[in-house]
Antibody, heavy 121, light 106 residues
């Protein structure tokens, strides 16, 4: 079964760019959507965006153009870049597979274990 | 922006039924999904498409929708069900989560 694992720096300086990679194992990335979701300490979940295996993206408008996602199917990975970070971007970042029904985005399953990224001043 | 509203907390006695609601504009026209997040763990889907239960999720978990309110019901609640629960839907291609409900089994 598909498993996901996030990787990347756990500490990013304010105003810098947060960069994370998600490695997919146990299955192909082809014909599927892949997503990033974050959770601020003690807070709820926030969808960051999703990317199709072909590279088509869909981002949360609330992140105001700071998000870029990319996919590398040859290495079974997809990535997240979040620019101009502030303390408000400190969170656990999860990658997840986005299930679709009749080509419509649906639920997230499975999820990676998550990685904490702290933005320092 | 679209919002999903959940109660911050729900308490239930072991063996009783817990109900967690999720409300949003025109939610009845969208599918609602429910996730369980135990402390220190990643979320796991427990209900998809309003009332469908994934394989491996106990039968005591069920979902329903009435008007613009979705409900996650846990029958015969067990101590192991103590967790945070989140509802989720899509609005104009944007994924939206509710604020989460902490279920306490006392």
């Amino acid at each position: 079964q598909v498993q996901l694992q996030e990787s990347g720096p756990g500490l990013v300086k304010a105003s810098g760019t947060l960069s994370l990679t998600c490695t997919v194992s146990g299955g192909s990335m082809t014909y599927y959507y892949w997503s990033w979701i974050r959770q601020s300490p003690g807070k709820g979940l926030e969808w960051i965006g999703s990317i199709y295996y072909s590279g088509t993206t869909n981002y949360n408008p609330s992140l105001k153009g700071r998000v870029t996602m990319s996919v590398d199917t040859s290495n079974n990975q997809f990535s997240l870049k979040l620019s101009s970070v502030t303390a408000a971007d400190t969170a656990v970042y999860y990658c997840a597979k986005l299930q679709t029904v009749v080509a419509r985005p649906s639920w997230f399953d499975p999820w990676g274990q998550g990685t904490l990224v702290t933005v320092s001043s | 922006s679209y919002e999903l509203t959940q109660p911050a907390s729900v308490s239930v006695s072991p063996g009783q039924t817990a109900s967690i609601t999720c409300s949003g504009d025109e939610l009845g026209t969208k599918y609602t999904f429910w996730y369980q997040q135990r402390p220190g763990q990643s979320p796991v889907v427990v209900i998809y498409q309003d009332n469908m239960r994934p394989s491996g999720i106990p039968e005591r978990f069920s979902g329903s929708i009435s008007g613009n309110t979705a409900t996650l019901t846990i029958s015969g609640t067990q101590a192991v069900d103590e967790a945070d629960y989140y509802c989720q839907a899509w609005d104009s291609s944007t994924g939206v989560f509710g604020g989460g409900t902490k279920l306490t089994v006392l």
